[in-house]
């Protein structure tokens, strides 16, 4: 993955290094801590139009590819990976309307999250009903959603929320379309709280979102399409970025510790040295399982095959081994740390990283997507 430029010789990862440093690392505690939206990280993704770059360059967009995309979700999660979830997310919805945003409305909405720097967030999850979920209800030539959701990531938060619903209130259940719903036109009410372990800057609180939308806020390629076609493989490829972030945040954290026992013994390796060596091998091959999928997206891309069999496996993969791993070597990593790493508000990190590893590795069902693979496996002909 090569990391695109943003001017003045400046690359996107550089830039997601030095706002890390500067402005999310820093304020990670406080958000942590009152599970608050990282509103300083934001504002500086827009101060950088990070928020708009994987729009195209031609409408002012950075160009960025979805593997540059991943360095700098992986860079940012190093310092806080609530930060660089939101980013994550609202990539995702930018990639989704650069591609299938065709309508006026739509397209005027990606113009926003350039020229405006406006925030996109989604709702996707949806507790089961009976008849399959929200539908799109059409009264007196109107259009109305009505959609409860069990978590949707800093919604409260957004310029806009992006979900989807049946097409009819008779529509079959996968008879689905996606639609946007701008925050300052929407009713929105809070049905639960995000008060959890690890991740909290997410603020993925449960929604009821009710609005009137405009026609044209329709996407016209329905959702089954869009969510094969490019959402759901930059969604993995983006969120396991996130989850090396935070693995390489860890061993980042155990080194500075095993480092600092070697200047006390000088001449001598500390026995810890040993288990960190081994801790990176496995923070290596998670790098190089990101960079390869990330990397074969561009290619499947370009063939219209991002629907391949294999690569599905392989982006499951990802997610199962970045989240982990991630657990493994936050874990480990804590265990070089010693009794200072439990500790909250001191200089050292790695309790809340080892939080954030955990919530991570619960929050997303690695065993559907493994059993999802096995089932895979036994129509495949070859591995």
Known sequence: MHSGDLGGGRSLVEVAQRIGEGVAGPASRDVDTHARFPRESVDALREERLLSAVASVGRGGLGASVGEMADVVRTLSQYCTSSALVLAMH??????????GETSLLSGLLDRVVSDQIL?????????????????IEDAGALRVDRSTIACSYGLDADVILTHVRRAPDAARDDRIYVVIPTARAEIEQTSTWDTLGLRGTCSNGLRIRSEIDVDAVFPTPWPTIMNSGFIQVRHILAGAAYVGIAEAALREAHAVVRREARRSVGTTPPSAARLAELLLEVEKLRGLLAGVASRFDELDRESRLDDIAYISSLRNLKVASTAVATEVATKSLQICGIQGIQRGGSMVIERIVRDAHAALVMFGNDGLLRQNAEVLIARKSI
Do not use: C, K, Q
């Open 91 to 100: 990539t995702i919805e930018v990639f989704t309307l650069e591609r299938f």
């Open 120 to 136: 996109l967030a989604n709702a996707t999850s949806e507790f089961p009903t009976p008849d399959g979920g929200a539908a799109l």
